[in-house]
């Protein structure tokens, strides 16, 4: 069977339609996932698309209700404001028509799948043009990526991925789980490259677009070595992905309408107090940047976001919500969780988070630096420096690891403190590392002021 845009639809047997009962998709379609949308869409615009035709009485003329249209435009315009209903009826019977058939491919596929072992190798590209100079040397960049997609054998994934980064000469770290794949890789652009080729042409993850991974400039050297693990969970958020699904999601907002809603939001300063703009980072890559007059929880993991909602209902009770991170993955679930403590009038997340921003806004309402989880620490689009030196101060927003050998703070010491010594976190640290050998084993807590004068979970106030 084909579906949208041409494609089998095999590409779509890991959406769990289980979860998709028939109801009224035409109240939930803004919370399905991004995959479900775009197929609901597909089947809105085909239904659209026929009931059009069906009313077709020569190449030029349309008649529907007594009337006859001789514009396409026309009869376009009666059709959308008088039969409404028909299409969205009509719709939601196709969709489901739709669902049903990817159930079934699907189980035929799994049955097929149990009884011939399957060879990873075919999902690795051919590399036999390539040198290897060019997978070792030349321009880099790194790729930040997710999906959310249901994977019977995460271990297989697991296993594909790794051959296929060892192969590419990427580094990394790759999160696998039932629920899907999140990945941010360094190599050579003629890697990466062939690495997006890969995961866009495999049978699961088909569903992925090539706008789907965030590049910055970078490379190999952004990573200590390549790490690929099966998990509970792709982002560490600390909620069984069985109890709280990403289908739950907030709405998603391309940049060009996050970008509006922010504008509307600080212009009317003061006086518009029923919308939060909801950092979801840890406190340490807010630090450095941010959305103009955000909400930035206090807060040093992502796994401590749900207790922070608990502790802050009436912070967003009544409220609008407009969300972002890195690159969205974390606004999935924070949305889901979000929205399933039903005190929001509406939750909204930045599509492709603040790297998507940035390409399309890079003087926008985003400014300073953009904290990213490797050996850059920070990417920059903008000149802004909105954090300041630990110890004296002054505009500073360049990252550093504690000096202390048992300490894992990140630590900001401008150059002059650093030269003069102030190379620790916090006076403690630079106490406790004045002339400290490495410990074979490491205390499993960091212990010193930064740890012990932050709350876990804040309270927070607008």
């Not at 109801?23 to 399905?32: C, G, I, R, S, Y």
């Not at 003629?190 to 677009?209: G, N, R, S, W």
């Not at 300063?269 to 029923?274: E, L, Q, V």
């Not at 620790?424 to 074979?440: D, F, L, N, V, Y």
Request: aromatic content about 10%.
């Amino acid at each position: 069977m084909m579906t949208t845009d041409g494609m089998a639809c095999n590409e779509l047997i890991n959406i769990d339609v289980d979860a998709l009962a028939p109801h009224d998709f035409k109240q939930e379609k803004h919370h399905l996932s991004a995959t479900l949308r775009k197929y609901y869409s597909f089947c809105k615009r085909r239904t659209f698309g026929t009931f059009v035709a069906s009313k077709r009485a020569s190449t030029t003329v349309w008649n529907c209700c007594d009337q006859t249209f001789k514009e396409l435009s026309s009869i376009h315009k009666h059709v959308a404001r008088t039969h409404d209903t028909d299409i969205h009826q009509l719709t939601q019977s196709t969709f489901e028509v739709l669902l049903s058939q990817i159930e079934k491919e699907a189980t035929s596929q799994q049955q097929s799948t149990e009884k011939e072992p399957v060879d990873i190798s075919s999902w690795i590209p051919d590399t036999s043009h390539i040198t290897g100079d060019q997978l070792h040397n030349g321009p880099g960049e790194v790729l930040l990526h997710y999906c959310y997609c249901q994977l019977a054998d995460p271990q297989l994934i697991c296993a594909w991925q790794k051959a296929l980064c060892e192969k590419l000469q990427l580094t990394g770290k790759v999160r696998v789980a039932t629920e899907g794949i999140n990945g941010t890789v360094g190599g050579t652009k003629v890697a990466t490259d062939l690495y997006i080729k890969a995961m866009c042409t495999h049978p699961i993850f088909k569903i992925m677009e090539k706008e789907d991974f965030k590049t910055s400039n970078g490379g190999a050297e952004c990573f200590c070595d390549l790490r690929v693990g099966v998990y509970k969970e792709i982002v560490p958020m600390g909620v069984d992905p069985d109890v709280l699904s990403y289908r739950l999601a907030g709405t998603h907002l391309e940049p060009e309408e996050f970008h509006k809603e922010v504008e509307a939001l600080l212009s009317k300063g003061d006086s518009r107090n029923d919308t939060i703009l909801l950092d979801c980072r840890n406190f340490y890559e807010s630090k450095i940047g941010q959305f103009s007059q955000c909400l930035a929880p206090n807060i040093r993991k992502f796994s401590y976001f749900p207790d922070y909602v608990d502790q802050n209902l009436d912070l967003f009770r009544d409220k609008k919500v407009l969300m972002y991170c890195t690159g969205g993955i974390r606004c999935e679930r924070g949305s889901a969780y979000l929205r399933s403590k039903d005190v929001c009038q509406e939750v909204y997340q930045l599509k492709g988070g603040i790297h998507k921003y940035l390409q399309q806004f890079p003087e926008g309402f985003y400014r300073g630096k953009l904290f990213v989880f490797d050996e850059r620490y920070a990417i920059s689009s903008n000149s802004d420096i909105i954090a300041e030196c630990r110890y004296c101060s002054s505009p500073w927003d360049q990252y550093q690891l504690c000096s202390t050998h048992f300490c894992c703070q990140l630590v900001l010491s401008c150059s002059a403190c650093r030269q003069g010594g102030h190379t620790a976190c916090c006076p403690i640290c630079q106490t406790k590392g004045q002339g400290e050998e490495p410990s074979a084993t490491p205390p499993q807590r960091e212990e010193c002021e930064c740890t012990a004068g932050r709350p876990r979970i804040p309270q927070d106030a607008l």
